[in-house]
């Protein structure tokens, strides 16, 4: 059984900092591509950061570049985002993706909330 497990949100004021955890149990971390995607309300979900299996490969979304730092530790199973100089906009629930990098393996975890205010 597949499981991703999220932790790490919370409430900072802006200009705080953050770093988000997914942990992930039953794939074989190493062939997946990890993502942290974030929804606010009443917007799509959209793409932060990615890294590949091998961590050689990571994109980030234009509004977190600077900002933002994605790493992974394939020894934990586990990616992190470190999330820097954050502004009330990047506000949302922030959800770990996993990605098989040849099949249609795709799972997700159950997020958790971000909110930044002063």
């Known amino acids: 059984q597949v499981q991703l497990v999220e932790s790490g949100g919370g409430l900072v004021q802006p200009g705080g900092s953050l770093r988000l955890s997914c942990t992930a149990s039953?794939?074989?971390?190493?062939?997946?591509?990890m993502g942290w995607y974030r929804q606010a309300p009443g917007k799509q979900r959209e793409l932060v950061a990615s890294?590949?299996?091998?961590?050689?490969?990571?994109k980030y979304a234009d509004s977190v570049m600077g900002r933002f730092t994605m790493m992974r530790d394939s020894a934990k199973n586990t990616a992190f985002l470190q999330m820097n100089s954050l502004e009330p906009e990047d506000t949302a629930v922030y959800y770990c993706?996993?990605?098989?990098?040849?099949?249609?393996?795709?799972?997700w975890g159950q997020g958790t909330q971000v909110t930044i205010s002063s």
């Open positions: 890294i590949s299996g091998t961590g050689g490969t990571i």
């Open positions: 039953g794939i074989s971390f190493r062939l997946y591509v």
């Open positions: 993706n996993a990605k098989h990098e040849w099949t249609s393996g795709d799972y």
